[in-house]
């Protein structure tokens, strides 16, 4: 073969190679986005959350249509179409891989929730979601950690749930295990912690708790020389319950609701007797 003859092979081959290269390239852009179970993301691989968890999470968390559910990685979307199309609710789901993203808002408008639902590209970690009333994830232990600060400064009364892992030392307010699977649910508590001014009428008392997340423990001074330990101590988001036997022997029962550095509510007695309270962080 001369040489010319060599050369116009060798362009004719390279030009072949190089249009099946571009039709191979074309058709993998043609085909549509499927994510594969297991494969890796930024912190964690994904896995889907399974239906009767998806269930059970947000059922756990008693979502309505009044809540606003973020949903942290939302990986093919299924959480944020499920907390839109059967609770009701409006929900985003923060995914870090743009393709799956775009993947799982067209599961949202396939699903028909657009209207309430969306999914939007971003690092959980960057993004706010400081407005959730509801916050969903299934992430590692060590990401739920990370998370943990900014989930406790999270307004009080949140409702948070975890696919499988904990919190670690932040006890969780409820288990749920469906075939095995676990689902831990938690609400963001008030923070009470430290010495408060208790007034009831003309009563005025020192009122101090100590807070380990939503267990609290407290006294109250009863005078110059007295200090009572309270019974029943309780905290549920920003809804505070305890009860003190006064100097005269009566038993009152105090429940309220805190907000920031005040509480307020009413208090009954085993006697009958009744009254509102209130107290203001000292």
Do not use: C
Not at 87 to 108: C, L, T
């Amino acid at each position: 073969m001369t040489p010319p003859v060599r050369i116009a092979a060798a362009l004719a081959a390279s030009l072949l190679f190089a249009l099946s290269a571009a039709a191979q390239t074309a058709a993998q852009q043609a085909k549509p986005y499927e994510p594969q179970i297991g494969q890796a993301g930024k912190d964690v691989i994904w896995v889907p959350t399974p239906d009767e968890v998806v269930d059970r999470m947000l059922t756990m968390a008693q979502v309505t249509k009044d809540d606003l559910v973020y949903d942290l990685g939302a990986g093919n979307g299924k959480i944020a179409i499920a907390a839109a199309k059967k609770f009701g609710a409006r929900s985003v789901g923060i995914e870090y891989n743009p393709d799956m993203a775009k993947h799982a808002q067209g599961n949202v408008e396939a699903a028909g929730v657009a209207a309430r639902a969306k999914i939007v590209q971003g690092d959980i970690f960057a993004t706010n979601f400081s407005e959730a009333t509801v916050v969903t994830m299934y992430l590692l232990p060590g990401l739920n950690m990370k998370l943990r600060p900014t989930i406790l400064a999270m307004k009080p009364g949140t409702r948070i749930v975890s696919h499988s892992f904990t919190m670690e030392d932040w006890e969780p307010d409820e288990i749920s295990i469906m075939d095995g699977r676990r689902a831990y649910f938690w609400v963001v508590p008030a923070n009470v912690g430290g010495s408060w001014q208790l007034e009831s009428g003309a009563d005025r008392h020192e009122l101090a708790f100590d807070q380990r997340f939503q267990k609290i423990e407290g006294s109250v001074n009863l005078g110059a020389t007295t200090q009572a330990g309270l019974r029943d101590a309780r905290l549920r988001g920003f809804h505070i319950s305890f009860a003190l036997v006064d100097g005269s022997g009566v038993l009152k029962t105090y429940t309220g609701r805190v907000a920031g550095g005040r509480m307020e509510g009413g208090w009954r007695g085993d006697n009958g007797t009744e009254g509102r309270w209130s107290a203001t962080k000292k």
